[in-house]
């Protein structure tokens, strides 16, 4: 096979993971989320399926009406095509069964069974994994981490460039969300405008909805956008979550109307208290369950221990969570952060229960001189609760 | 348990569940989806997460700080409280037990496992059912459509008025994306604005990226947006896809950029005479795969019939693709369609490969005389080139 030169292939990456594959004793990658497939192939689609053999060319799985358009787009892999679900279901089992024809014909020993790979995140729906290993009975199915996090966990200097970009339209999002806030603005009216700007700016969607959380609805982690409109005095969690050429920016802010009370300071002042004690270790062979310590010490100095939880960052790339993303994965608490890793802190919502929280989220850079934030944000909480006269 | 007056629980849903789950011999049904968990509790959060036993009170599981907003917001059900996913998973597997233990003693012949229903569509991810099926190993994991479809299928009048307004809110991206339409114009600016312009028109989201595909690139399926402008005589595909209350809309439709040629006109008057055929079959008792030979019925006169693709509609509802969802289930091609069920004409584009394609994409409701439309929107494909003057 040769590599069109225009083809947006890397096949320098799909060398890497094959080489990891066979060291693992994976026959075959089967990609079926966005993140791995623009990873390799440098497009995206709303329905994205490819075969990564250990040895041997990739294929793409497409529409009948895609060949052409992905053939000329693509150069390089091969391109199975099919008319209807049952069609591709059929092609990925044939294909599956040609590769284990090929690994039991090569190998000195040939395996007792075939060790396919599969993306286990949110993106992979159970009911395909099941359809998946009903017509491939002989397949053992795991999970793709282990040759994709030590390939996709170290960002390229490329990668670090469009992620800063990413970060930057979040800061376009976020300063317009900021004007809006006043004594009767509503979280949706603010969430419209942000997007709008933010995809002005250049984001093509947001990896996640954008919350908006006013009152003691900022004490729910991620929470909807709230319903009623937002009145002085209350506390105003943003989470913006812009995309960027396939990559995730993270940034969020608290901010209250009008001057903050005694606890909403406290809580304001734990949270940009912490962030830099948690940036400061965030260096290459750290843990995020160390990092989850040093912010729980700052919260312990200042009597508020009992409202810490862990989880206090989480990467991030071309997927939204990426290892380690410990509040969903557990063991991934104890990953080592290499240099080069983006990870965000400001996960967890530091929430005093039926009163409100706060939380400042941004991403970083993991250095051996601490996390190099992407791009920084104020943070300037207070806000005006009137909309200035004029 | 007493049912809080102003709670959002709607308990004859549970009710309803309920006695289908004794039915089915189902223990309990583990919701982790929007759709289920907005159905039953009239609110949704970002992880949706609660237990419904098939006799008893349902638990909702939150994080600690969420716990009194969920009681005021909730009155009945029980609220389990986590602060970990760890956690989280504990109480789920405790709470299955007690409700094992309790079928146990109450059966006159125990069952010899416990079968627990839950959705498996996408927006279950694998590792999350892995990860159940590793910690709750005397559990049978069953899909709870056979519960949740027979209850969900048929629209109540309050939720086809929902769905209406959020057809409505579909015309009115559509309307601003049809203004912007002129040589030079990019995807991405006429999505910008269509979402721009549905979230001020009360749209809390979009259900999928709003697809606005160019020339050939429409040949793809729900493709993502084009990079290139778009130029005199390029098809432009729009998809639509808002979110109002939680419920989806679904609008496409298919312009020239000028006057289409021959092939473009062909495909487009082929798109326009099928519906009306399709419209007219969509009766209680049809089928989807009964709704695909009426489509390719009229390609086939047209000369067309090498182009058809099968999967003419699909259901949607609090989900944006339910039951019939033909291109993802096939046996749904042949689930019986009943009087009040929502399901689009519209899904499949109509695409010469290497050319272009056409759609639109309408919601209906059935009835005993045909598909009636929830909101009429013009099929009106041509529009100018360039802007109009002024």
Redesign the interface.
């Known amino acids: 096979m040769t590599a069109n030169p225009t083809s947006s292939v890397r096949f320098d990456r799909i060398d890497r993971a094959q080489a990891l594959m066979r060291e693992q004793g994976v026959a075959a990658i089967v990609v079926m989320n966005h993140d791995d497939y623009r990873w390799f192939f440098g497009i995206?689609?709303?329905?994205p399926r490819a075969i990564i053999p250990a040895t041997g060319t990739s294929a793409l799985i497409a529409?009948?009406?895609?060949?052409?358009?992905l053939r000329t787009l693509l150069g390089g892999p091969e391109i199975m095509i099919w008319?209807?679900?049952?069609g591709q279901i059929n092609d990925v089992v044939t294909h599956l069964r040609a590769i284990a024809a090929e690994v039991t014909a090569a190998a000195p020993a040939p395996p007792t069974h075939l060790r396919v790979a599969m993306q286990?995140?949110?993106?992979?729906?159970?009911?395909?994994?099941?359809m998946f290993r009903r017509v491939n009975p002989g397949v053992e199915l795991v999970?793709s981490d282990p040759i994709m996090d030590p390939l996709r966990a170290v960002k390229e200097p490329a990668e670090i460039a469009t992620m800063t970009a990413a970060q930057q339209v979040a800061g376009i999002g976020m300063d317009r969300a900021r004007t809006l806030l006043r004594d009767g603005a509503t979280a949706?009216e603010v969430?419209?405008e942000a997007?709008?700007a933010m995809?002005?700016a250049g984001a093509?969607?947001t990896s996640?909805?954008i919350?908006v959380n006013v009152g003691?609805?900022t004490?729910?982690?991620?929470?909807?956008?709230s319903p009623r409109p937002m009145r002085t005095g209350d506390l105003v969690v943003i989470d913006l979550t812009p995309v960027v050429d396939g990559y995730c920016a993270n940034l969020a802010r608290t901010f209250v109307l009008g001057e903050p009370d005694a606890r909403q300071r406290s809580l304001l002042d734990a949270y940009e208290a912490l962030i830099p004690a948690v940036r400061d270790a965030m260096r290459p062979g750290a843990t995020v369950a160390q990092l989850d310590a040093c912010a729980a010490a700052v919260l312990r100095e200042r009597g508020l221990a009992e409202y810490h939880?862990?989880?206090i960052g989480h990467g991030l790339g071309l997927r939204f969570e990426e290892t380690p993303a410990s509040?969903?994965?557990?063991p991934h608490r104890n990953v080592p952060l290499q240099e080069g890793m983006t990870v965000t802190i400001g996960h967890p919502?530091l929430?005093?229960?039926?009163f409100g929280?706060v939380r400042h989220e941004d991403v970083y850079r993991v250095t051996p001189r601490g996390g190099e934030i992407l791009v920084p944000y104020p943070i300037a909480p207070v806000v005006a609760a009137s909309a200035p006269a004029g």
Chains 1, 2 share one sequence.
Not at 83 to 86: A, L, Q, R
Not at 219 to 225: A, I, R
């Open positions: 995206d689609r709303a329905q529409f009948t009406a895609e060949e052409e358009e008319g209807s679900v049952g286990q995140w949110f993106e992979t729906p159970a009911f395909l994994v099941d999970s949706h969430a419209t997007i709008y995809m002005r093509q969607r996640t909805p919350y003691r609805e004490c729910m982690l991620h929470g909807w956008q939880v862990n989880g509040t969903i994965i557990p919502i929430a005093i229960p039926g929280g």
